[in-house]
């Protein structure tokens, strides 16, 4: 078993961590995501939104919050206000309405501001493992469990792996950016 093999893993990771991180940011559609870092202050402490009602979107540009328990629905509505994510959230008595704003091309350019810098935490995480493994290989070799080739052919092959990842992370980043910027 190769260090570089085992090493899908924490990569892996790091690319989940970002689709999850990204997934909460607006785009011009309703996305239920977007509400997945609300908390809610109800039975005595804080839970998310999405466990105390479903969330759906019957169109494009508006989302529906269902209580199962509708004591709590001035709750939630509190708690979207208190996000300021932006929205203003309608109690119709047993749900809540949210009806996205129009997004203006300078609010999307924003939020393509904040994507890159999501985008650069990214590669500094794959980094920050790829030196990780670095080490873990010279160590190794300085331990002679290998031979000097077999050290730069894991060096190489762990750039491969840096590289293959990366590109997965500019992919993802491209089709966020291209979902944000449409009108």
Known sequence: MSIVTDSSKEFDKKIEHFRTDIASLKTGRANPSVLDNVMVDAYGGKMPINQLGSIGVPESRCMLIQPWDKSVIKDIEKAIIEANLGFSPVNEGDKIRINLPVMT???????????????????????????????????????????????FTLLEDLDKKVAEYNDKIKKIGEEKEEEIMTI
């Not at 010279?138 to 050290?151: L, P, R, W």
Request: glycine share 2%.
């Open 105 to 151: 091309e300078e609010s999307r350019k924003e939020i393509a501001k904040t994507l890159h810098k999501k985008i650069e935490d990214a590669r500094i995480s794959v980094r920050t493992v790829r030196e990780e493994i670095k080490d873990e290989i010279m160590k190794a070799a300085e331990e002679k469990k290998f031979g000097e080739d077999e050290k």
